[in-house]
C-alpha cells in the first residue's frame, strides 16, 4: 500500500502543479478570457496579479522537498482560492460547468493533501502513516 499511496501522491500533486501554473499564466498575463470572467465575478483585475504569483509560488513549494510549514500554507492557500472560486461562480448563479476546473483543482489539493509523504507533512505522527 506505501507504494501505491505515493503514486497517488504524485499523480494529484503533479496534476494539481500543472493546473496551478497553466492557471497561474494565463492570470498573469491577463488572457482575454480570464480577464472576462474576473470580470464577470466583479473582482479587480490587480487580484490575476496576486493570484498569479502566489500560485506560482505555492507549486514551487509543493514540488520542493521538505519545507512541511510552507507546504500546510501553500495548500491552504490553493484550497480557499478554489473554495473561494466556487463560491464565487455559485453566488452569482453561474452556469455548473464554471464549477469544473476550480473543483477539479480542489479535489486535485485534497488528494495530494491527504496522500502526502511523512517528510512533506509538517508532523508525520499525525495522519495518512502509511506513507
Excluded: C
Amino acid at each position: 500500500m506505501k507504494k501505491l499511496n505515493k503514486i497517488i501522491y504524485w499523480i494529484a500533486t503533479l496534476w494539481l502543479a500543472l493546473g496551478m501554473t497553466a492557471t497561474a499564466i494565463v492570470q498573469l498575463i491577463r488572457m482575454e478570457a480570464e480577464v472576462k470572467n474576473f470580470t464577470h465575478l466583479g473582482y479587480p483585475l490587480y487580484l490575476m496579479t496576486i493570484l498569479g504569483i502566489w500560485k506560482i509560488l505555492g507549486v514551487l513549494i509543493l514540488l520542493l522537498p521538505e519545507l512541511p510549514r510552507l507546504k500546510e500554507w501553500a495548500y491552504a492557500g490553493f484550497f480557499f482560492t478554489m473554495s473561494g472560486a466556487i463560491l464565487s461562480h455559485l453566488v452569482i448563479k453561474d452556469e455548473a460547468l464554471s464549477l469544473f476546473g476550480p473543483s477539479l483543482l480542489l479535489i486535485l489539493t485534497l488528494i495530494s493533501y491527504y496522500f502526502r509523504p511523512n517528510p512533506r507533512r509538517l508532523n508525520p505522527a499525525i495522519g495518512n502513516t502509511q506513507s
